[in-house]
């Protein structure tokens, strides 16, 4: 008598918001999360920055056939002064820079390869924004790792938008994920002393984890501390 095969687990995708080199809260994320092999990450940009770990970030995403990230504005912004486009860059970039080293480039070439976007069955993951009206293939690569709100009035862009799918974002730093029917924040502020958070597909679970400290302190983040 033959034995019956157990189902094969659905296939789950786990969007993670703005990790900035928090390497710690990341694996803490993961397993909290209880992320499988055959399970998906899937990354909304801003790997790296500001945090104490870059290299590890990176090396993490880049060794896992699993993994994927959109660019972000940091990303955006490193990758245009390696290209020569910019000349001018904060100093949080310039230790960056030294943390990698000579291998500067090759992680830049890594980088140059994120997509602006990603369409998953469930939703679309981009960085930032969109502006209403405009199909993805025609929004703005600025728009898409910096847009928060429109207008004079600073609207956030996702008031306007419509689409099919819901957008998971991250750039805007909350206290808790935002969780809309349309889109799903998940900027959580981990490199602020906040958390690191994801939304599961497709189920749109939230999952966090606390910052094990405080990497980079500034006041108007002050909602962020706790104790």
């Given at each position: 008598?033959?034995?019956?095969?157990?189902?094969?687990?659905?296939?789950?995708t786990l969007v993670v918001g703005?990790?900035?080199?928090?390497?710690?809260?990341?694996?803490?994320?993961?397993?909290?999360?209880?992320?499988?092999s055959g399970d998906r990450v899937?990354?909304?940009?801003?790997?790296?920055?500001?945090?104490?770990?870059?290299?590890?970030?990176?090396?993490?995403?880049?060794?896992?056939?699993?993994s994927r990230s959109v660019m972000?504005?940091?990303?955006?912004?490193?990758?245009?002064?390696?290209?020569?486009?910019?000349?001018?860059?904060?100093?949080?970039?310039?230790?960056?820079?030294?943390?990698?080293?000579?291998?500067?480039?090759?992680?830049?070439?890594?980088?140059?390869?994120?997509?602006?976007?990603?369409?998953?069955?469930?939703?679309?993951?981009?960085?930032?924004?969109?502006?209403?009206?405009?199909?993805?293939?025609?929004?703005?690569?600025?728009?898409?790792?910096?847009?928060?709100?429109?207008?004079?009035?600073?609207?956030?862009?996702?008031?306007?938008?419509?689409?099919?799918?819901?957008?998971?974002?991250?750039?805007?730093?909350?206290?808790?994920?935002?969780?809309?029917?349309?889109?799903?924040?998940?900027?959580?502020?981990?490199?602020?002393?906040?958390?690191?958070?994801?939304?599961?597909?497709?189920?749109?679970?939230?999952?966090?984890?606390?910052?094990?400290?405080?990497?980079?302190?500034?006041?108007?983040?002050?909602?962020?501390?706790?104790?």
């Amino acid at each position: 008598m033959s034995q019956k095969k157990k189902p094969t687990p659905a296939a789950r995708t786990l969007v993670v918001g703005d990790v900035h080199g928090c390497y710690t809260e990341l694996m803490d994320l993961l397993d909290k999360a209880a992320v499988g092999s055959g399970d998906r990450v899937v990354f909304v940009g801003d790997l790296i920055n500001r945090g104490p770990d870059n290299r590890q970030v990176l090396d993490f995403v880049q060794s896992s056939p699993q993994s994927r990230s959109v660019m972000g504005n940091h990303e955006y912004n490193l990758l245009r002064y390696y290209r020569g486009e910019t000349r001018e860059l904060k100093n949080s970039y310039q230790r960056l820079i030294q943390e990698l080293g000579r291998d500067f480039g090759y992680y830049m070439d890594f980088v140059a390869q994120f997509p602006y976007a990603l369409e998953l069955d469930e939703a679309l993951v981009i960085h930032a924004g969109v502006r209403p009206g405009l199909p993805l293939s025609e929004q703005d690569p600025e728009d898409l790792v910096n847009l928060r709100a429109l207008g004079p009035e600073g609207i956030p862009w996702y008031e306007f938008y419509t689409g099919q799918k819901p957008i998971i974002f991250g750039h805007w730093v909350r206290l808790e994920p935002l969780v809309l029917k349309n889109a799903i924040g998940l900027d959580t502020g981990c490199v602020y002393g906040g958390q690191l958070s994801g939304v599961w597909l497709p189920d749109f679970e939230i999952v966090s984890v606390p910052a094990r400290d405080i990497y980079v302190y500034k006041p108007d983040k002050a909602y962020l501390y706790k104790g």
